[in-house]
């Protein structure tokens, strides 16, 4: 019996919490990671006990647990610079209105942890954005101290948000993603030393996302472990023929002609018995939660081949050295 293996349920929002957990647990899995804008309304599970109870018996009925969170939209809103597309993130009514918008995520990020503390999950995972990510490219010409000032602001912001994490015994496990103040290898250890390698801030690793900028995910993982507080198990296929290049070309995610694609699990580059391999030395004993994104597959195929793929790959380390049987006393 290896880790627990949950579904993150942000790419299933269009499925009420019944429908998701029934449609879960006859794919395989064992818990969830719970999607704050689609499953959960953490406010309501910040003050009312009720509720809790509600989503608790849901879950029990199909013999799921929620392991984490995940506060993706709303963190995406703390630390962005506002455009349009943010509007999609938060309440209708805060269209166009970038203060009041930031103002909304910074407390539904605060009844998160509290929501998380009632649900009983340990763990919330999540974006942070970031006012330098359109600086990826130093053109116009990108000073020193406007990314200072970009990692000093996150640290302003987040600040206020993580005493409140702690509060209530909750970790934030970022995932380091494009888009976000962390995004690669140097971008994550910048983050960590900006906040004084503060406990309440982690990583929820996703090998997806690095490989196809060329970082290897074993080295992040391996280098990074005693900041992994959660796992996502998801897959890229890389696939630059001379024509594209790593930056998408402004194609939809799922055309073949881009130069890489999030692909179901065991369809891709990862190599995840490397993963485990690490998770193992590293005693990891959290869960492995399928992010399940494949624009050219069918989703309940998917899934259910992802789950009973992370389920065959995840094996127990040997308790013993394969030559010990070979010694004599």
Known sequence: MGRTVTLF???????????????????????????TWGHINCHKAATDEAYVKEVKEVLEKYGLTCYALGAHLPGQCVGDLW???????APSHLAGKPDKIREWAIEELKDTARAAKALGCKVVTGFMGSAIWKYWYSFPQTTEAMIEAAYKEQVDLWTPIFDVFDECGIKFALEVHPTEIAFDYYTTERLFKAFNNRATLGINFDPSHLIWQGVNPTIFLQDF??????????????????????????????????GWNFVSLGHGDVDFDKIIRVLNEANYQGPLSVEWEDSGMDRIFGATEACAYVKKIDYKPSSIAFDDALKNE
């Not at 942000?10 to 719970?34: F, N, P, R, T, V």
């Not at 455009?83 to 993130?89: A, C, Q, S």
């Not at 959660?230 to 881009?258: C, E, Q, W």
């Open 9 to 35: 349920t942000g790419q299933w929002g269009d499925l009420s919490l019944e429908e998701i957990c029934k449609i879960a647990s006859e794919m395989g899995y064992e818990g969830l990671e719970l999607a």
């Open 83 to 89: 455009d349009p597309r943010l509007d999609g993130f």
């Open 225 to 258: 472990i005693d900041k992994v507080y959660h796992v996502h198990m998801k897959d890229t296929f890389v696939n630059l023929d001379g024509r594209n290049g790593i930056l998408g070309s402004h194609l939809a995610f799922g055309d073949m002609r881009r």
